[in-house]
């Protein structure tokens, strides 16, 4: 199975940081991801993501093998996503439920109906449209509200509970930009915004600790407002010190940077 490619045949599998269900969870896949297995040690797997090149252990119980051409195909076409958190998705035949979370691919989607492997599900929801930048300003306020009051867990990336930066990962791809998965990666990608002021719907600003090590990220909705995963998801006054958490009555988190990647 070694260097061999796999999909996520289920809504949610958690991402370890090693091949242990008590290791902590670094991230997750969605129902269609793709991956390259990289190695093997029992019945666990260390995949590498396809999307954002993130690598962990997943339980290889939780997913299902697949050839190049359908992983290449898969890439190839139209994203269409689902915009609902638990829409259901049914199995043809024996009508198996899934539940999948806010922005997941449905794979091959067409007339309803979206196909993983041989498997064919038709999709209850109406709520399906294909990811793009068209006005992307405009539709980023939106797409990040859909998130509000989400619990914040550590590697989440759906409504049952979201990390910083997966936050801002699946508010990207929900309008058709790829992002990577940690926030200090994503400070690497886009363009500096040099002033607060400057700033705009959808630029992303980062924070740093003491070390200077970038920690956090939330998403701009405009030159004085972010939206951003701590504790919830939430909206928050920002100021070049920092975002000023108003349940708190206090800064919390120190700002390093803003960068724009529309």
Not at 17 to 27: C, K, R, T, V, Y
Not at 185 to 206: H, P, R
Not at 255 to 260: F, V
Request: glycine share 8%; with cysteine.
């Amino acid at each position: 199975m070694e260097n061999s490619l796999g999909i996520c045949n289920l809504s949610t599998v958690p991402l370890r940081g090693n091949p242990a269900h008590s290791s902590e969870m670094i991230s997750q896949l969605l129902f269609a991801d793709t991956f390259e297995i990289l190695e093997k040690d029992d019945f666990w797997l260390k995949i590498r993501i396809d999307h954002d090149g993130y690598e962990g252990w997943i339980d290889g119980k939780q997913m299902q093998t697949a050839d190049p051409l359908q992983v290449h195909s898969l890439k190839k076409e139209a994203q269409f996503l689902t915009s609902e958190a638990s829409t259901m998705v049914l199995k043809g035949g024996l009508k198996e439920p899934f539940y999948l979370a806010a922005g997941t691919t449905l794979p091959f989607f067409d007339n309803g109906k979206c196909k993983l492997g041989n498997d064919v599900f038709t999709v209850t929801s109406s709520n399906v449209f294909v990811a793009n930048q068209e006005d992307f300003e405009t539709n980023i306020i939106e797409t990040a509200k859909i998130f509000l009051n989400v619990p914040y867990l550590w590697g989440g990336r759906t409504h049952a509970g979201i990390d910083c930066s997966g936050f801002s990962q699946m508010v990207f791809k929900m309008l058709g930009v790829q992002l990577k998965r940690d926030a200090w990666q994503q400070a690497e990608q886009g363009k500096t915004v040099d002033f607060l002021t400057e700033a705009k719907a959808g630029d992303l600003a980062f924070f740093d600790n003491q070390e200077g090590r970038i920690t956090h990220v939330g998403v701009m909705l405009n030159n004085s407002q972010i939206i951003h995963a701590s504790g919830r998801v939430k909206i928050d006054r920002i100021d070049n010190q920092g975002i000023f958490a108003a349940d708190q009555n206090k800064y919390t988190h120190k700002l390093r940077i803003i960068k724009r990647y529309v």
